[in-house]
């Protein structure tokens, strides 16, 4: 307890420095052309937020060239996604304030996504290139209020690129590194990644066509592999948009996105040639319609996933989702604003699979059964006062063809007091979640349990932001989450196990710290700390504490470097121990990570030259027991703009 009190003092004595914020803008809230993580479905000013949201920023992005979704998103506070530093086709685990993967909801330009043929129907980020994506925005948090069933624990919606507003543009991105783990030093090339964007506008229409690949190699999945383990990814998106008029403007889009990921055989940890397909296409449309004081608008789309195992338990898994979202933003008058909505999704799956001794795959789960559809109305409102006072407030009728309705709600109050140095906020909030069981756990012939009831959440937080003018921003948040009708994976004896409601209910509670300071004007550090604690049968790979820090330095106007550093406190994992036939618990080692980034501009900042090192210390851990993460590697690259 000494060491993790005192990194966590070490932050705190730092927020009398730490970290900056973007600028405010107006101070009225706007309505975004497109839907955006916040509390409110509006454009709100961060001091007239009163939820601590987490912006990934394009620039942020341009400066974390090299490096996937997952590994962007596991440096902000509160979030451990087990995996990301480990080999490239490592399936991602996301632990979000004591939540997992069903728990968080990921959006991609506002619109959810999912696989619902996943056991946590959760959406697998291994599928989006991060050369793709505009910004990050996470909001945390019950938000089933807006964002309905799996927003418990967390909201990611990522924003992909926009069209250029040139006549035509072009960029070339590509980089090269290496791929390998503490214990190998031979720095071969084995981490290939290329994209490729053409857009612009023409008149009243806007277009957009990239395509990026990854090829990696040289590392085991297993700690103990002796072979490597190839990860290859290929994504293409096509985004096109029309105004007809000032007040209507529509966009569609398209996405294919694959990856091969061979994987070894980690229930008898041996290597093995298994290898996992995941391909995945998208299609939507949104439509926009301005009025004199608010929009109307339906964001659409179809997903469909299609999952093939080869291995010694060889399976098929197709997925289709349906998900429309219809809503108003009406705007009263300066301190009034309401959203007014209905969100639509059906999701079914199927499944194949080879029986014991057979040799001919056989459907295990029939899509005619395994099949739901969500029809819910939702209504929230925002009130920003004159004097500081801040309050946004919703609900959201569940109705649930299998489970019926259900009412969730939220209500987060905030106060803002300005001062000749900046402002002062308090904020609290109160929120219900969802989590409705999937299909897999549902209607899996071997551990589907048709009975399971959905889970609850309620969320409570408090915290404070302290904001100095253009310096500094800090914020410190205090949550407490429980949750109810827990689904848990339950041995019932003889080599027989299944899905199951757990009557006992669940605690999940920590502080959540937040520090951006500018120096200089060219030099700027960021930190987050979490400190969470968790009833120990919800504990498993969360760490108790967890720091995140940046250094940055413009060192003139075309360079820009930075050093970070990541701390993650010990975990405890659990293996199945082939010798007594029991699952049994170990604990993970705590460990330190210290990465650094440097770039360049030239040809009139046309072309930017970057490289990076990752775990420069070379630090010996382990994310997943028994399974490999990267060591030092090196990985350097150009983007060039046309």
Not at 551 to 576: A, K, P
Request: net charge negative; charged share 20%; aromatic share 12%.
């Amino acid at each position: 307890m000494n060491k993790k009190t005192f990194v966590f003092g070490v932050l705190c004595g730092m927020s009398l420095f730490t970290v900056a914020q973007q600028q405010a803008v107006s101070t009225e809230v706007e309505t975004l052309e497109e839907v955006v993580i916040t509390d409110s479905k509006f454009y709100l000013n961060r001091e007239n937020s009163g939820k601590v949201i987490t912006k990934i920023t394009s620039e942020e992005l341009e400066k974390q060239q090299g490096k996937s979704v997952a590994e962007i998103i596991n440096a902000t506070a509160g979030i451990e996604i087990n995996g990301a530093n480990s080999q490239a086709g490592q399936n991602l685990n996301y632990y979000v304030r004591g939540g997992k993967n069903r728990q968080v909801l990921i959006l991609i330009d506002g619109i959810a996504v999912s696989d619902p043929s996943q056991i946590a129907n959760d959406y697998d980020l291994r599928l989006l290139n991060a050369n793709q994506v505009e910004s990050i925005e996470i909001l945390k948090g019950a938000s089933s209020t807006l964002y309905g069933s799996g927003a418990g624990t967390a909201v990611i919606n990522i924003k992909l690129k926009e069209a250029s507003k040139k006549a035509i543009s072009a960029n070339f991105k590509s980089t090269i590194g290496t791929n390998q783990s503490q214990e190998d030093t031979n720095y071969n090339l084995n981490n290939f990644q290329n994209n490729v964007s053409v857009n612009g506008t023409l008149n009243k229409l806007s277009y957009l066509a990239s395509f990026g690949n990854q090829y990696t190699d040289g590392l085991s999945s297993l700690a103990n592999g002796t072979e490597t383990d190839v990860y290859n990814a290929i994504n293409g998106n096509l985004k096109l948009g029309y105004r007809f008029s000032e007040a209507f403007k529509m966009t569609v889009y398209g996405s294919w996105d694959k990856f091969k990921a061979d994987f070894d055989d980690g229930f008898a940890g041996m290597d093995s040639n298994d290898l996992s397909t995941t391909k995945q296409q998208r299609y939507g449309f949104s439509p926009e319609y301005t009025y004199k004081k608010g929009s109307l608008s339906l964001n659409a789309a179809y997903n469909k996933v299609e999952r093939d195992i080869e291995s010694s338990y060889p399976a098929l898994y197709n997925a289709e989702s349906f998900t429309a979202d219809l809503f108003n933003r009406y705007t009263f008058n300066k301190t009034l604003y309401t959203v007014l909505g209905v969100q639509v999704k059906q999701d079914h799956m199927e499944s194949f699979t080879i029986p014991f001794g057979g040799t001919d795959f056989e459907q295990g789960i029939d899509p005619e059964i395994a099949k739901y559809t969500n029809v819910d109305p939702y209504a929230n409102v925002v009130y920003v006062s004159a004097f500081g006072l801040q309050v946004n407030a919703g609900a959201r009728l569940n109705n649930h063809s299998e489970y019926g309705n259900h009412v969730v709600y939220s209500l987060n109050p905030s106060y803002k007091k300005d001062f000749n140095f900046g402002y002062l906020k308090g904020l609290a909030s109160y929120g219900t979640a969802y989590i409705t069981p999937s299909l897999y756990q549902l209607f899996d012939p071997l551990y589907g349990n048709k009975d399971l009831q959905p889970e609850e959440n309620a969320t409570f937080e408090v915290g404070a932001e302290i904001h100095f003018n253009d310096k500094a921003t800090v914020s410190v948040v205090y949550f407490n989450r429980k949750e109810e009708n827990f689904i848990d994976f339950v041995d019932l004896g003889s080599w027989v196990y299944q899905y199951q409601n757990v009557n006992e209910n669940f605690t999940a509670s920590g502080i959540e710290f937040v520090a951006d300071y500018n120096i200089t004007k060219a030099l700027k550090l960021s930190a987050n700390a979490t400190y969470t604690k968790v009833d120990e049968d919800l504990s498993l790979r969360i760490p108790e504490l967890k720091v995140n820090g940046l250094l940055g330095y413009q060192l003139c106007e075309s360079t820009f470097m930075s050093v970070s550093y990541q701390f993650t406190d010990s975990r405890t994992d659990s293996f199945y121990n082939n010798i007594s036939y029991m699952n049994e618990e170990v604990n993970l080692k705590s460990y330190n990570l210290l990465d650094f980034y440097v770039s360049h501009n030239i040809l009139n900042n046309k072309m930017t030259l970057f490289a990076n090192v990752t775990n420069i210390l070379n630090e010996d851990y382990q994310e997943l027991y028994g399974y490999s993460t990267k060591g030092r590697n090196v990985n350097i690259g150009f983007s060039l703009t046309l």
